[in-house]
């Protein structure tokens, strides 16, 4: 089982022949992920070729060779042509809210968005119409969304861990890639980046929601970082909503007050957003908090047993 993505899902690509596109589209075909079309306005009517190598879980079962992928003038088009109902977001910061815009128009299930550095203005308008219409968001600024040996939208490396049965979501990409590095032995449901910035379309709230109801998913592993309250928030859901084991990690026990560390979301304030409110706030709730990733992990390794 998984959340939000699966192998069933067709995945157009926004900004596929750009550099950054075409290196991770040729990594995401790589892992088995079906995409079936990219976007390029000046580009339309033509397709772009990519050299597969598979990699990751089920490598061995899926063929080399070369893959044509073809672009179209909009996403509306690919959608029309393919019946894709995901798309994921590799364009500049400056176009990105023009981007999950036409996504939304042309009907997408779920929007990902890799672009980091996008105008809080910008995140909030796209978050605001995309809410409305009853898309779904993850990011932006962040590695993206994967379920082991079915599917990776993003930038995720396919290849640190197969299927299994713990749900990760992580405000941080790298801690995301750590933390399947240290569970590999055991495997993932499906494994959320969600993204640091001040706005981000899917929480961990809403991730927490959806493995909970994920008949395979027997313990979630929430990894937060310091800044705004989400992680407090997410500790008041667990408690009333919850039922399966949580563990928790927060980064950032060392920040300074008043310095942004790594994230624009990630900024202590006084006593608001430290790492240890919110390490309190999970532990009251019955969350196991480790100091570090791989005393995290152990926990959660120690919870299955």
Do not use: W
């Amino acid at each position: 089982m998984a959340i939000f993505l699966d192998k069933s899902d067709k995945i157009i690509v926004q900004g596929m022949t750009g550099s950054e596109g075409q290196k991770h589209t040729r990594r995401m075909l790589g892992a088995g992920t079906q995409i079936v079309a990219g976007t390029n306005p000046r580009k339309a009517g033509t397709s772009v070729d990519f050299e597969v190598t598979p990699i990751g879980y089920g490598a061995e079962e899926r063929q080399a060779g070369t893959v044509s992928i073809p672009v179209y003038g909009t996403v509306a088009e690919a959608k029309e042509a393919t019946g894709a109902g995901v798309s994921v977001i590799f364009v500049p910061p400056a176009f990105a809210k023009a981007a999950v815009i036409e996504a939304v128009d042309a009907g997408m299930r779920l929007v990902v968005i890799i672009t980091e550095g996008i105008a809080v203005k910008d995140s909030a308008e796209f978050f605001t119409y995309a809410h409305e219409r009853g898309v779904q968001l993850i990011g932006p600024n962040c590695p993206g969304i994967i379920t082991p040996g079915q599917s990776n939208v993003g930038i995720t490396p396919p290849d640190i861990t197969g299927p299994g049965k713990i749900g990760l979501v992580s405000k941080s990409g790298t801690l995301t890639y750590q933390m399947m590095y240290e569970l590999s032995d055991i495997g993932f449901s499906t494994c959320i980046g969600i993204g640091g910035d001040p706005i981000i379309g899917t929480t961990h709230i809403d991730a927490l929601k959806a493995f909970e109801e994920d008949p395979e998913t027997e313990l979630i592993v929430m990894i937060g970082e310091i800044g705004g309250d989400a992680e407090e928030r997410a500790a008041a859901y667990i408690k009333e909503h919850v039922t399966k084991p949580v563990v928790g990690y927060v980064a950032g026990f060392t920040a300074p007050e008043g310095k942004t560390m790594g994230h624009a979301g990630a900024i202590v304030s006084g006593s608001a957003g430290t790492a240890q409110a919110k390490k309190e706030a999970l532990e009251a709730v019955g969350v196991k908090v480790g100091k570090t990733p791989t005393e995290t992990a152990n926990l959660a390794r120690e919870l299955l047993k």
